[in-house]
């Protein structure tokens, strides 16, 4: 099957700093995989430049084959890619139910309306109720976002991110912040939406009994360099990838 | 949720229709009929201001240019063409603060926070030194007198149900718009413009669109001043007045839809009445308004709302 994503020499340098070295990857269809490695290796770059954030400075990048390297955010977005972020992003004054709303909305083409209510808007609002049930915020619909624990507000980023029906979905730490509780949670929460709505799912995390529980794939960055690409049983055994970021203590 | 804010709305328009609508009969003078015309076009203006300001986080210090553009077209076209053409120069007003918004706002909207305002306020003073030098044309710092719409309107109290209507009709688009998804998305810009674009959306491009729709009713605003005053003066387009429709929007509270409007009825309320006994009303205003960034950040109608939510049961448990 012709792989979803596919990154093709991607290089990118901020001033004298490579933050991208010469990055070649692929990723399949309906896969589930994870980034890992150490601060400053260039996980959230690699997303940035996926998502058009920031242009590589040579390098393609290909999107459900199509080639989306000089394409913008904007165009990327609808193209059907969507993101979550590390620090978390949302719209704290809105309701957490418009936060996915309006995500829902912009998914349908619907905000150049300006005479309609937002409530007129039956198929956005059922969808964003839905979203918010799956993710387990339904209760918190009507709470404004800025008032949820930091752990719910990194969920109401994903059902944000998901609301938009993406093809790809990219979460950056998603477990970042949060108890060892909320962290299994959202680890399981994570698989779960990537089944159920049939998703290509690329995660960066630390937290290795996410990455090892639910990732198909691990890639391994290391100052910019793909380290190493494998099954979970591959990486954790990959003695590159112990002397590099895992270390002994981890095994 | 949704019925506490049809019960706001409708107490707004409630008041709002009773209060002006009965002015033309408990008037003393057609002083005070001038006086609610001032506050209906004022209160107008600000509210658009504040679609602007308040939800997209676009603060404009310009909007003078808008407001002088419909003013002076009004002023212009009578003059020199007649009474007769005192609608369609209303018309034309709005048309051409449609246009200068777009050329405009292409240029200012590329900029963001404080270079957006300077930017905007630059653009203003533009239009106001042109006005004031170009003597033949403009009547420079004399202005034009003596303007006065024709027919059923040269009656006040028809004049003053005309605006009363148009008011109403602008604030209750602007409503709509306020709970539209493009009013969500407005303000989802405000609060966060990265996320927007990673939604899919051009926040530019919204922000242009909302920058239009604003200095259309700013233009809207100046041409139907001219009916009240029946004159026009270069001041129209100088930064005091984008400065005082900043003021209203800030003293009623930008965080509320209708709070602008208030804030134009205290701020034109306090002009007439300190005015009367004092040259330095504006003293007085700029007294009440370092109470109110101070003491009342939320401006008055955000204050009375939060001190009704801070006594009302059943909130606490939300805590």
Redesign the interface.
């Known amino acids: 099957m012709e792989p979803i994503l596919e990154l093709q020499n991607v290089t990118k340098s901020f001033g004298g700093l490579r933050v991208t070295s010469d990055v070649s990857l692929s990723v399949a269809q309906g896969s589930i995989s994870a980034i890992i490695g150490p601060n400053g290796a260039g996980k959230t770059t690699i997303f940035n430049q996926i998502t058009g954030y920031l242009k590589p400075d040579s390098g393609k990048i290909f999107f459900c084959g199509q080639d989306i390297t000089e394409l913008n955010t904007r165009d990327i977005v609808t193209l059907g890619m969507a993101r979550a972020f590390q620090v978390t992003s949302f719209f704290p004054e809105e309701t957490v139910l418009d936060n996915v709303r309006v995500a829902c909305l912009s998914q349908k083409n619907k905000t150049r309306n300006l005479l309609k209510g937002v409530d007129d808007f039956k198929d956005a609002t059922d969808q964003a109720h839905k979203i918010l049930s799956s993710i387990g915020l339904e209760k918190e619909a009507d709470r404004p976002a800025f008032e949820l624990a930091h752990g719910d507000q990194k969920l109401l980023d994903i059902g944000i991110a998901l609301a938009l029906q993406p093809k790809l979905l990219l979460l950056d730490e998603p477990t970042s912040g949060m108890s060892p509780d909320e962290r299994l949670l959202t680890r399981n929460l994570v698989k779960k939406l990537w089944k159920e709505f049939n998703l290509t799912l690329i995660f960066i995390e630390h937290d290795m009994d996410t990455v090892f529980g639910i990732a198909q794939t691990v890639r391994v960055l290391q100052m910019g360099r793909l380290l190493a690409e494998g099954s979970p049983e591959e990486i954790r055994n990959n003695p590159e990838v112990i002397t590099a970021y895992l270390g002994e203590e981890v095994l | ?2 019925k506490s804010l049809f019960n706001k709305d409708i107490i707004f328009w409630g008041l709002f229709v009773v209060v002006f609508g009965s002015v033309p009969f408990l008037k003393q003078s057609d002083y005070h009929l001038m006086l609610a015309n001032s506050i209906l076009i004022w209160g107008m203006f600000a509210v658009a201001f504040n679609m602007l300001f308040g939800v997209t986080g676009m603060l404009s210090f310009g909007q003078a240019l808008y407001y002088g553009l419909g003013a002076y077209s009004v002023g212009l076209v009578v003059k020199n063409y007649g009474p007769s053409l005192f609608l369609p120069a209303i018309g034309l007003g709005v048309v051409l603060a449609v246009i200068t918004s777009i050329l405009v706002g292409l240029l200012v909207i590329r900029l963001s926070g404080v270079y957006f305002t300077v930017l905007t306020l630059a653009f203003g003073q533009l239009a106001w030194q042109i006005t004031f030098r170009w003597y033949h044309f403009t009547g420079g710092d004399d202005g034009i007198q003596g303007i006065m719409p024709s027919g059923v309107l040269e009656n006040h109290t028809v004049y003053y149900y005309f605006t009363f209507v148009l008011v109403i009709l602008a604030i209750w ?1 602007l409503r ?2 306020a ?7 407005l ?2 810009i405000r ?2 413009p ?2 927007v ?6 926040v530019r491009r ?1 922000q242009l669109r909302i920058y239009v729709i604003s200095s259309f009713f700013a233009a809207l605003a100046g041409g139907l001043m001219t009916g009240v005053t029946n004159s026009i003066h270069p001041d129209m387009f100088y930064w005091t007045t984008s400065g005082e429709v900043i003021l209203m929007a800030v003293l009623g509270g930008i965080g509320q839809f209708f709070g602008p409007f208030i804030g134009a009825t205290v701020i034109i309320i306090i002009q007439d009445v300190v005015g009367a006994r004092t040259e330095y009303w504006s003293l007085i205003i700029g007294l009440i308004m370092m109470v109110m960034v101070l003491g009342m950040p939320r401006g008055l109608v955000g204050e009375i709302r939060g001190l009704k939510a801070r006594f009302a049961p059943g909130r606490m448990s ?1 805590g």
């Open positions: 949720m949704k688009f709509r718009v709970n539209s998804p493009m009013g969500l998305v303000r989802c609060q966060n990265e996320r674009r990673f939604l899919g959306r051009r919204n939300r």
